[in-house]
């Protein structure tokens, strides 16, 4: 007997363990650990995993797996052991991990149809339905689900037995084909053809000759219409008569293939590089894993150092995993990957749509590439023999996951490090304190550049004191000092850098005589003013409301719009620098696919004056003529209810000054904040990175938190207030009795916000150094409430909280 043990697509606590089934004999000798299959499962039948194939079961009543989805496992054996390890490490669901590890297109969806049982009792079918199963035994839920008269028939006829449900599953992924035509005789038999052809039939001579003269023996069939101006009807005749052979043939859709990307070669690395490069090669030459943190300064030429490490890795016949953050993800970063390996590279952003993130993962799966640039989940290729992977800007959020699997891509690239015995390389200009720590204990090893390419010095920084700006008069969102530097700029054609941490036109609505905020009413927190629209929505919720016109509360006309947005900026330089040209950069103007790029290729080409963007300028961006950067208002952040928001702040504005004067013109640097003595935006004003690490880590030793103690943040959500309390209650206090007594739980405590889609939120925050027993607590708490969690209870653990909201 063989047995398979599945991993089904419900994700589930009563359902997060392999199901044993048993193999039909037709896929015994093809079967493997990590192929999908379809089983049945209950009513239904799912997509599920086979994480392993055994001879033995306890299953009295086995039912067989009905489909096989595979030929050969999408999960190899490091991967399905990488899936069970996530699992634990983040106590998420095993399905939820394997479906993170693989495109979105190989996720399975589930149609409902509607069956009818006996094709004999047709005529006793309610009326209304007959047409529908006229011609079939089956439709499509779909179909019908909208019309309330076939609803109340289909209900009808399920009860008496008439109708049966079925859920069918479909498997996404479809690979994009085109046809082929070739000829299937020889080229002296093709000329005789075309000399012995009647003359109706020139079309069909054309087509001969056209594979004759280009000598070729295949031609798509879309090409060959189109060059020859040609219908249908003599490629079909040709067809018939066996003279062109047609075929389907496998296209990838890629999304960089109008574009040429110039080859590049190896730089002779400056002194720093290459002490910096070399632990990492004599790691990749001696197979053995380590993790560096490669701390260098915004333009002292870390991409150099990957690049020629990784060259060092195809040469060993290996691979190669890049991770930049998505944000960063920029046609530059790209190119620069694509000019020195080519059409080796994959690139996987979100920015492609399922088919192309499915063609590239493939190209990566069949081993026709040998690095990957993408963004976090790129961190789960499946190549089988990688000598190095390289995470970029290391600092930044998005590499931790805020869904389930709550992972952190940094774990998973020191995991598989260790598996592939090769080095972790983390690059950053502001690690995090986590990484710097570890560093610094030696846990990593430390490489630092701390010159800039080219002796190029760093950008002078002032910091401007709005509030001065204000009570001297100035009610302008520019200080005097950057409108004067922008005229500067303006009048010698150079280019201005304009930072804003907001979206919109501005942020919130407030009334100037009674203080009153216009707020969600789901999720309490203020609703975002929207001009183009006239429109205030949510950001959590979507929720949206036209703009009042008067104050809700007291009923003044004076409802302002408070605060600053990009659009608001630019309207702005319009009143004050009619002849500025603008190119303004946020959510709104770069939601459409490759936007983003075309603004960034624009001001590249000098098309404007004045790049205006929220944080996705902030990052990776090297334009030779940008020799001013501005912050318009630098503490947006800090006032966060977050633990890192001087963190963020401090590596934002290193960020956003490292556009500043990176080729042969000086940069400049200005930012306005109406909190000029605080130390992040200080110590960001002098490049100071370590004096900045010395000065966080003490507040981190005060208040308890990481790099010092790790942390866990449960969090509890219902409709009902009283529930949510009494359950984050329940948990806190096992959790204060289960767990030693060094360990620092906190809460009962609402969240920072506190409703959303109104349901209410509380937390439970535990500080811990060492807990061994941690996850195992976590777990009985989970299980405790198992059965509440399919209804109106929700519970999230995060073992490794980024967002505290
Ligand atoms: P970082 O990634 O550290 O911000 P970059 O890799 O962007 O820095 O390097 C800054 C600039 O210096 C780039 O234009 C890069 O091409 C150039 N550069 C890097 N290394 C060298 C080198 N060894 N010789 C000459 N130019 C270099
Ligand atoms: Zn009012
Ligand atoms: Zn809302």
Redesign the pocket.
């Known amino acids: 007997m063989m047995i398979a043990k599945v991993i089904v697509d419900v994700p589930a606590m009563q359902t997060d363990r392999p199901f044993d089934y048993l193999v039909p004999e037709h896929y015994q000798d093809i079967i493997k650990p990590g192929v999908r299959v379809i089983v049945p499962f209950g009513p239904r039948n799912l997509q599920g995993f086979v994480i392993a194939i055994e001879a033995k079961t306890e299953v009295k009543k086995l039912k067989p797996i009905q489909k096989l989805l595979d030929v050969e496992p999408i999960l190899n054996e490091e991967l399905l052991q990488l899936g069970q390890w996530v699992t634990e490490q983040t106590l998420s669901y095993q399905i939820s991990s394997f479906q993170a590890m693989l495109p979105a297109a190989l996720k399975a969806k589930y149609e409902k149809e509607i069956i009818l049982v006996n094709r004999e009792e047709f005529s006793t079918l309610s009326q209304n339905l007959k047409p529908l199963f006229q011609e079939s035994d089956r439709i499509n839920w779909t179909d019908v689900e909208d019309e309330p008269d076939f609803v109340r028939a289909i209900q009808k006829d399920l009860k008496i037995g008439l109708l049966e449900v079925d859920y069918v599953v479909k498997a996404k992924g479809k690979k994009k084909t085109h046809r082929v035509l070739s000829i299937n005789i020889s080229k002296d038999e093709a000329e005789r053809l075309v000399s012995s052809l009647p003359s109706q039939a020139g079309r069909q001579k054309e087509v001969i000759e056209y594979f004759i003269l280009n000598d070729m023996q295949e031609v798509s069939r879309i090409d060959l219409k189109e060059r020859l101006r040609a219908t249908d009807s003599p490629i079909k005749t040709l067809i018939d008569k066996g003279i062109l052979v047609e075929k389907n043939v496998e296209i990838y859709r890629d999304p960089y293939s109008h574009r040429e990307f110039k080859r590049t070669s190896s730089?002779?690395?400056?002194e720093e590089?290459t002490n910096a490069i070399s632990p990492i090669l004599s790691s990749i030459e001696s197979n053995q894993h380590q993790t560096y943190l490669l701390y260098?300064?915004?333009?002292?030429?870390?991409?150099?150092?990957?690049l020629q490490s990784i060259e060092e890795v195809l040469k060993k016949g290996q691979q190669a995993i890049v991770l930049v953050p998505e944000i960063s993800l920029t046609p530059q970063m790209v190119e620069?990957f694509k000019g020195r390996f080519g059409s080796s590279v994959a690139v996987l952003h979100s920015g492609l749509s399922v088919g192309e993130k499915y063609d590239e993962w493939r190209k990566i799966y069949r081993k026709e590439v040998n690095v990957v640039v993408g963004a976090r989940s790129a961190i789960f290729a499946p190549f089988e023999n990688i000598g190095i992977i390289i995470i970029?800007e290391e600092h930044e959020s998005s590499y931790k996951q805020e869904e389930n699997p709550r992972y952190h891509a940094r774990d998973v690239a020191i995991y598989r490090g260790q598996y592939h015995r090769c080095p972790v390389v983390l690059?950053s200009?502001t690690p995090t304190l986590e990484s710097f720590a570890r560093a610094k204990k030696g846990v990593y090893h430390l490489l630092t550049?701390s010159k800039?390419?080219?002796e190029r010095e760093m950008p002078k920084v002032d910091i401007i004191d709005m509030r001065e700006e204000l009570r001297t008069g100035n009610r302008s969102m520019f200080s005097e000092v950057l409108f004067e530097k922008l005229q500067d700029r303006l009048a010698k054609g150079e280019q201005t850098v304009l930072f804003l941490n907001r979206r919109g036109y501005s942020t919130f609505i407030m009334c100037r005589d009674c203080g009153f905020v216009v707020n969600c009413t789901e999720c309490d927190i203020s609703l975002t003013y929207h001009r183009s629209q006239n429109l205030v929505k949510c950001h959590y919720c979507g929720h949206e409301e036209r703009a009042p016109s008067t104050c809700p509360s007291c009923h003044s006309e004076h409802i302002r719009f408070f605060g600053t947005g990009t659009q608001k900026v630019e309207e702005e330089i319009g009143k004050l620098l009619p002849e500025a040209r603008v190119i303004r950069m946020d959510v709104d103007t770069t939601s459409k696919k490759g936007s983003h790029e075309k603004l960034l290729t624009a001001f590249g080409e000098g098309k404007a004056d004045i790049l205006l963007g929220t944080q996705m300028i902030a990052k990776?961006l090297?334009f030779p003529k940008v020799t001013l950067v501005g912050v318009l208002t630098a503490d947006t952040m800090l006032h966060l209810p977050d633990l890192r928001s001087s963190e963020k702040t401090f590596q934002l504005l290193t960020q956003v000054s490292?556009r500043a004067g990176?080729?042969d013109l000086p940069g400049e640097v200005v930012i306005q904040t109406y909190t000029p003595e605080h130390y992040s935006i200080q110590l960001a004003s002098g490049h100071n990175y370590n004096d900045f690490y010395h000065q966080e880590m003490i507040m981190r030793k005060v208040h308890q938190y990481p790099p010092f103690y790790f942390m866990t943040l449960i969090t509890v959500s219902h409709p009902e207030i009283t529930k949510v309390v009494g359950v984050t209650e329940k948990i806190s206090s096992y959790m204060r009795t289960h767990l030693s007594s060094k360990s620092i739980v906190l809460g009962p405590a609402a969240s920072p916000i506190p409703r959303i889609k109104n349901r209410y939120r509380y937390q439970c925050m535990i500080k811990y150094k060492d807990e061994p027993r941690l996850k195992h607590v976590l777990r009985e708490v989970l299980d405790h409430y198992q059965r509440e969690i399919g209804q109106d209870l929700q519970i999230t653990v995060d073992m490794n909280p980024y967002m505290m909201m």
Do not use: F
């Not at 730089?267 to 400056?270: A, K, M, R, S």
């Not at 260098?296 to 990957?306: A, C, L, M, N, R």
């Open positions: 730089l002779q690395l400056t590089q260098g300064v915004t333009g002292s030429g870390k991409t150099e150092v990957y620069r970029d690059g200009a550049l800039r390419m080219h990776g090297d490292g990176r080729h």
